[in-house]
């Protein structure tokens, strides 16, 4: 039988309407389609009517059946929040490094020393696929009642080719017991691994050579990475590596200029990346080149804080004409936190984004750099039902009252998951 829900009367909807085809950039991150005193219907998993309440009681008589009402006055309602950038499936966890840092040690000479994403591909190789899911739902969890319902999660901590395969085999897990919708990345250019160190090129003839092919075959990723940076991967092994796995149909990212400004937002747009991730040190013909090639710029202001360091220059981007998403980078290392909404208080006050770019980047330019817009990121007839609704009256609040969790009700799929800031068990993993 179908299943009718009725949102009824919210003192916001934030539609995000009308970028389902290409992301929004500049003063289009702006226009956020909110509808006052707006009403949502939705049938079964898909969002069949939005607009005022008065339109949306004359669709309902039109249905002619029973519907579930839920009462959204004194709430705004958002698309669910999409996180486009983490790696999820880890093990262990690096709070020691931490305390490294705050005595001045630099996050990359740590890896340098064998520690950060070495230190993690330690504890995942121990781990077993099932303890990865478990460790990983649990995160989910906490990312659903942050009004997130939808993640991109990479490998990157396995190394090996059996180990990457285990990730992205938990990865595959995950999306199919829990709520969230998982979409993955192939990462096995994270770090040169230790039994490579003296021979890096040999790690990415095996990344090119054995991991690819065998990650395509099994069809666990969509997207291909790379971590190009001083002392990791090279413009020219990222490149190499990118393009082996365009020949494999894996789309192409990159975490570029993150700690040191070697080219890689040049090398985004010359490979046709999806995405570029990080840029703290994008210079501005990398930025330029962005523009151009239509690469999502995708934020991670909470890295930067968590490292301390300056964050990326999103208004310099939003002016040149790139299109911006932001996400939590959650990971063990350089951001471990699953909270979406402080991010986006952070891309609002350390960035200087206005609270309607904030939702646009984590919404409908989320959708787009992990190549879902077509499903999900607005509130418009016939997308997906992934919604949250938020205590707050006004679409601007949610960056105003910072660092506190305003998220109210989450509803995926049609179905509503989280309840009063609870997460709904049935919905949640089983474990
Ligand atoms: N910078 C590279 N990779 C991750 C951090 C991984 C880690 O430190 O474990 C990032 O995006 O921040
Ligand atoms: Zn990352």
Not at 193 to 198: G, L, Q, R, T, V
Request: proline content about 3%.
């Amino acid at each position: 039988m179908k299943s009718v829900t009725y949102i009824k009367c919210a003192d916001q909807v934030v539609t995000m309407k009308g970028a389902s085809h290409l992301p929004k950039k500049g003063n289009e991150m702006s226009e956020i389609g909110v509808i006052e005193n707006g009403s949502i219907i939705l049938e079964n998993d898909k969002i069949s009517f939005v607009g005022s309440d008065q339109e949306a009681a004359q669709y309902l008589e039109s249905l002619n059946g029973a519907a579930t009402t839920i009462e959204a006055s004194g709430k705004i309602v958002t698309p669910g929040l999409i996180d486009p950038h983490t790696h999820l499936v880890f093990a262990g966890s690096r709070e020691k490094e931490l305390e490294m840092r705050l005595q001045g040690a630099k996050y990359i000479d740590i890896l340098k020393q064998g520690g950060g994403i070495l230190s993690s591909t330690r504890s995942t190789r121990e781990a077993t696929m099932e303890q990865l899911v478990e460790q990983a739902s649990r995160r989910l969890d906490r990312f659903l009642q942050y009004g997130v319902t939808t993640v991109e999660a990479k490998s990157g901590y396995g190394l090996t080719v059996e180990d990457e395969l285990k990730q992205l085999r938990a990865a595959k897990v995950l999306n199919s017991i829990h709520a969230i919708d998982l979409v993955s990345t192939f990462m096995g250019a994270h770090a040169i691994p230790a039994e490579y160190k003296d021979n890096p090129d040999a790690y990415v003839n095996l990344v090119i050579e054995e991991m690819i092919p065998v990650v395509a075959r099994e069809g666990l990723a969509e997207f291909c990475d790379v971590f190009c940076e001083e002392g990791v991967f090279t413009v020219e092994q990222s490149e190499k590596i990118l393009e082996a796995g365009k020949r494999y149909g894996l789309l192409p990212k990159i975490h570029a200029d993150e700690i040191v400004r070697i080219g890689g937002a040049e090398l985004a747009a010359k490979v046709g990346a999806v995405s570029a991730e990080h840029l703290l040190q994008a210079s501005d013909e990398g930025i330029q080149a962005l523009a151009e090639s239509g690469t999502i710029a995708v934020l991670l202001p909470g890295t930067a804080f968590f490292l301390m360091e300056k964050p990326a220059r999103a208004r310099a981007m939003i002016d040149a004409g790139v299109a911006i998403a932001i996400s939590t980078d959650c990971n063990p290392g350089s951001s471990p936190t699953q909270s979406m909404p402080f991010v986006m208080n952070a891309a609002c006050l350390m960035m200087k984004m206005t609270p309607a770019e904030v939702l646009a980047s984590a919404t409908i330019n989320a959708a787009h750099a992990i190549g879902l817009a077509d499903r999900i990121g607005s509130i418009e007839v016939g997308k997906t039902a992934d919604l949250v609704l938020f205590q707050a009256s006004n679409y601007q609040t949610l960056q105003y009252n910072f660092a506190v969790n305003l998220v109210d009700t989450v509803i995926k799929n049609g179905k509503v998951v989280v309840q009063g800031g609870s997460l709904l068990g049935n919905f949640a993993a089983s474990r």
